[in-house]
C-alpha cells in the first residue's frame, strides 16, 4: 500500500468501484456522515477500519499504519517501551494456543514483579 492519506486512499476507492459515499456507508453499517468525515480527512477508528479492509480485502495493517493508529517498529523511540510492544503484538499472528501461551507468560511477569511496579 501507498503512503497516501487514508482520505484519498479510500475516495479511490469508491471512485473504483464506481460507488457513492451512501453505498458504502450502508455496506459497512456506518452512517453516510461518517464516511464523509472520513472522505474530509477525519480518521476511522481502528474498528471502524476493521469493517473497511474486510469490505475491500485488504489487510487491516495496512490500512491501520495509513490512519496514523499503528508505527512501525523501526520508527519507534527506544525510551518508548509500552508502544514498542504495542507495535510489536500488533504484529503477531495470534492463535489460540499462541494467546494462552502469552497469558501465562504475562500473568507470571505479574506475579513477579515489585509492588511499586
Known amino acids: 500500500m501507498t503512503s497516501e492519506p487514508f482520505s484519498a486512499w479510500l475516495r479511490r476507492q469508491l471512485t473504483r468501484r464506481d460507488e ?5 456507508a450502508r455496506a459497512i453499517g456506518k452512517h453516510p456522515g ?4 472520513w472522505l474530509q480527512g477525519k480518521q476511522p477508528t481502528p474498528a471502524s477500519l476493521d469493517l473497511v479492509a474486510d469490505y475491500f480485502h485488504v489487510p487491516h495493517d495496512d490500512l491501520l499504519a495509513m490512519a496514523g493508529h ?3 517498529v523501526g520508527e519507534l523511540a527506544v525510551d518508548d517501551p509500552r508502544r514498542r510492544l504495542h507495535a510489536l503484538v500488533d504484529r503477531v499472528r495470534w492463535t489460540p494456543d499462541l494467546v494462552w501461551f502469552m497469558e ?10 515489585p509492588d511499586d511496579a
Open 20 to 24: 457513492s459515499q451512501a453505498e458504502f
Open 104 to 113: 501465562g507468560a504475562l500473568e507470571r511477569m505479574i506475579e513477579g514483579a
Open 70 to 72: 499503528r508505527v512501525e
Open 34 to 37: 461518517v464516511v464523509s468525515r
